[in-house]
């Protein structure tokens, strides 16, 4: 149950899933921050004492992770120019390590965005019951405004209301895409070792998908 989890994969898990993982919790930290005061009421998963118009931390509502198909860079920090993308937007990229992509991970994410779509096979071949929830990221970020925001649950900025919300938005991404493949336009460029330009444009795309998800995720308040 919540928080609402994501996870990114790609390849070696230093340059394009981490900046996918931190952008998110940065698109969703600086929405929430957006939000009026009091917009999600401190409801009965807040804490004893909290203040009656508290919001929940970003990190309870939306868990944004990441993993890669190899295991090669293990441990490893993310890639020097992928963590520029993070901090030169507001992000922080401290504390990443790589990881190699497992099957409980998988098991355990609400929604799997991956860089391209030989990743998404990968992924549906480890957990072919994780395909509805399993998208190519650019893909995916087509497919969002397909989703009309009335449909969804109610906007208020709880865990319970936010995981809701986000397997609605799961669900009607799915079924807009009607079975049909990911498009070549989707999949993000491999960027590792061609320079910051090349860095900048895939930080780049990956916001045109995690930004709107975070605005799908925590709305405004409805009049």
């Not at 990441?66 to 993310?78: F, I, V």
Request: glycine fraction near 8%.
């Amino acid at each position: 149950m919540p928080p609402f989890t994501v996870l990114h994969v790609c390849m070696g898990n230093i340059c394009r899933s981490p900046m996918a993982e931190r952008l998110l919790t940065l698109a969703v930290e600086q929405r929430l921050a957006r939000l009026p005061v009091g917009a999600g009421a401190a409801g009965s998963d807040a804490a004893p004492d909290a203040a009656p118009d508290a919001a929940p931390d970003a990190a309870a509502l939306v868990h944004s992770h990441s993993a890669g198909t190899g295991g090669w860079h293990a441990g490893e920090e993310m890639n020097p120019p992928a963590a520029r993308q993070v901090r030169a937007r507001g992000g922080d990229p401290a504390g990443f390590a790589a990881r190699k992509l497992l099957s409980e991970h998988i098991d355990a994410a609400d929604l799997v965005l991956t860089a391209t779509s030989d990743q998404q096979e990968y992924v549906v071949a480890l957990r072919p019951d994780a395909a509805a929830r399993t998208f190519v990221l650019g893909e995916f970020g087509r497919l969002l405004p397909a989703v009309d925001p009335k449909r969804l649950p109610d906007g208020e900025v709880t865990p319970d209301a936010v995981y809701a919300r986000g397997e609605a938005v799961v669900a009607a991404a799915d079924a807009a895409r009607r079975g049909a493949l990911p498009l070549p336009a989707d999949d993000l460029d491999d960027p590792w070792g061609r320079g910051d330009q090349t860095f900048t444009r895939v930080a780049d795309e990956i916001e045109e998908t995690v930004v709107p998800l975070a605005r799908l995720l925590l709305p405004e308040p409805r009049p």
